[in-house]
T-cell receptor
Framework: GQNIDQPTEMTATEGAIVQINCTYQTSGFNGLFWYQQHAGEAPTFLSYNVLDGLEEKGRFSSFLSRSKGYSYLLLKELQMKDSASYLCAVRGWGTGGFKTIFGAGTRLFVKA | KAGVTQTPRYLIKTRGQQVTLSCSPISGHRSVSWYQQTPGQGLQFLFEYFSETQRNKGNFPGRFSGRQFSNSRSEMNVSTLELGDSALYLC?????????FGPGTRLLVL
């Protein structure tokens, strides 16, 4: 089956850097995604990793190690608007085909 | 390009009723997935449709069903509603691996 673990909550200071970790187990790995979700809103796509290494996109970077079943999302120069839940999701092979499974999310609080 | 749209945005039903939710994917996307999101359970996968066929399904009872039309629009139906079905129902469309979510339908069952 598929399983995803990520911390429940994190707190960081405006202007700082925060790293949100995600570990996963899946068969037939086909990609790892990070989404941002503000309270009461739908998740929005942040990043996609399918090969090992770091993908950088502005203030956000995502890292993947397939051999370790590990990823992290790095947020730099934190802003108050970055306070949100960050969802780690893995696409893997399930009964009937590929499916994307989401972790429970990490709620990030950015304080002044 | 317009994003994923879902209707209705909000819905109140009573136990035992049934409900149908609609999702229109991004133009050109053929895959539509449905998720249920509750505070305690997070995002739970319901099912995925591709070219009018259910390609995968999660661990939900048979009261939850869906379908996809030839224009890729999708509907999901929940019959005999229970209080525990109160949730945000999200639809996501994709052309390859990445999913893009609609705003969701917030269902309250009384």
């Amino acid at each position: 089956g598929q399983n995803i673990d990520q911390p429940t909550e994190m707190t960081a200071t405006e202007g700082a850097i925060v790293q949100i970790n995600c570990t996963y187990q899946t068969s037939g790995f086909n990609g790892l995604f990070w989404y941002q979700q503000h309270a009461g809103e739908a998740p929005t796509f942040l990043s996609y990793n399918v090969l090992d290494g770091l993908e950088e996109k502005g203030r956000f970077s995502s890292f993947l190690s397939r051999s370790k079943g590990y990823s992290y999302l790095l947020l730099k120069e934190l802003q108050m608007k970055d306070s949100a839940s960050y969802l780690c999701a893995v696409r893997g092979w399930g009964t009937g085909g590929f499916k994307t499974i989401f972790g429970a999310g990490t709620r990030l609080f950015v304080k002044a | 390009k317009a994003g994923v749209t879902q209707t209705p945005r909000y819905l109140i039903k009573t136990r035992g009723q049934q409900v149908t939710l609609s999702c229109s994917p991004i133009s050109g996307h053929r895959s539509v997935s449905w998720y249920q999101q509750t505070p305690g359970q997070g995002l739970q996968f319901l099912f995925e449709y591709f070219s009018e066929t259910q390609r995968n399904k999660g661990n939900f009872p048979g009261r939850f069903s869906g379908r996809q039309f030839s224009n890729s629009r999708s509907e999901m139906n929940v019959s005999t509603l229970e209080l525990g079905d109160s949730a945000l129902y999200l639809c996501a469309s994709s052309s390859e691996e990445t999913q893009y979510f609609g705003p969701g339908t917030r269902l309250l069952v009384l």
